[in-house]
């Protein structure tokens, strides 16, 4: 059996877990509008994915993914198209173990990962440009007394686009990936529920040109994408039914690739594989 081996990546608070869930809950329940679904031949643990599924289903938040170790989940699909069946592994990696890169107190699980990876799914939803509160009392007007005092290093207070190029440098650093996706997440909010596309590549060349600028100078061959995987933001969501509903309709969680919105959660994984 074909086998992929994809590092999931990203800072905290990025959707990684959630997307896991979603991908798990419309592959298990074979949505129509998907170019992947479950194999019947599960593997022997899947309760993780469970777990992460559930919640998807209710419309209720993952918990924050708090271990050192990442909690390797094995996915085991069938292409439709072609009835190839397939063991994907990806690591549900905590984003503190991303943060820890900048930190440079990288951990030996994520490195060995990185090593076994052949592909990058690289998700980020914060993308502010270049702003350093460290350098806020530069430049203060004529006359003011400047304040010479440097706050002691704070990996969270440099800008998301910093934190994330730092991130990626090291992950294209120590691996030549066969192929990359990066992923801007939440976009739900950017499109009005998926009913606004935005052309994703041309949204981040915009939003954030340093870390566009980036990608495209370390590998060219990227493909940046939109994904929602709750398919809308949970907060200020009074009724359920308007979760359900889209749930059974196949037309919640989506992903942008190009100006097209897919009701596809598997679709990246099907280019990671196929393209
Ligand atoms: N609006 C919106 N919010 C999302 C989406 N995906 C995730 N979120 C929210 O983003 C937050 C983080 O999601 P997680 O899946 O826990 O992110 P993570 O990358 O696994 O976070 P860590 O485990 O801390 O690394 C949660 O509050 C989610 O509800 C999405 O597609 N749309
Ligand atoms: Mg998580």
């Not at 529920?193 to 040109?209: A, C, R, T, V």
Request: with cysteine.
């Amino acid at each position: 059996m074909k086998q992929m081996n994809c590092l999931l990546a990203g800072l905290p608070d990025t959707g990684k877990s959630t997307y896991i869930g979603g991908l798990w809950y419309n592959l298990e329940n074979q949505s129509s509008k998907m170019k992947m679904k479950a194999s019947r031949e599960l593997v022997d643990d899947t309760q993780h994915l469970e777990s992460l599924s559930d919640k998807w289903l209710e419309g209720v938040r993952v918990d924050r993914t708090t271990e050192d170790k990442s909690s390797s989940v094995e996915l085991r699909i069938e292409q439709k198209d072609n009835g190839n069946v397939l063991n994907i592994n990806i690591p549900d990696f905590s984003g503190e173990t991303f943060r820890q890169i900048i930190e440079m107190t990288n951990s030996k699980d994520l490195d060995d990962w990185c090593e076994a990876a052949d592909t990058l799914f690289y998700m980020a939803n914060n993308l502010d440009p270049g702003h350093f509160e460290d350098d806020d009392n530069i430049g203060t007007v004529e006359g003011e007394k400047k304040n010479d005092e440097v706050p002691p290093f704070n990996s969270q207070k440099m800008s998301a686009c910093a934190q994330n190029i730092m991130v990626l440098k090291y992950l294209l650093g120590r691996k030549q990936f066969k192929k990359m996706i990066f992923a801007i997440s939440c976009w739900d909010k950017v499109t009005g529920n998926g009913i606004n596309p935005e052309n994703p590549e041309s949204w981040l060349k915009s939003h954030s040109p340093v870390l566009y600028n980036f990608l495209k100078d370390q590998q060219p061959d990227s493909l940046i994408i939109g994904i929602s995987a709750q398919g809308l933001d949970y907060e200020g969501i009074d009724d359920d039914a308007v979760i359900t509903n889209k749930t059974k309709s196949g037309e919640r969680a989506f992903v942008e690739i190009g100006d097209e919105i897919k009701y596809d959660l598997s679709l990246p994984l099907y280019m990671l594989i196929n393209e």
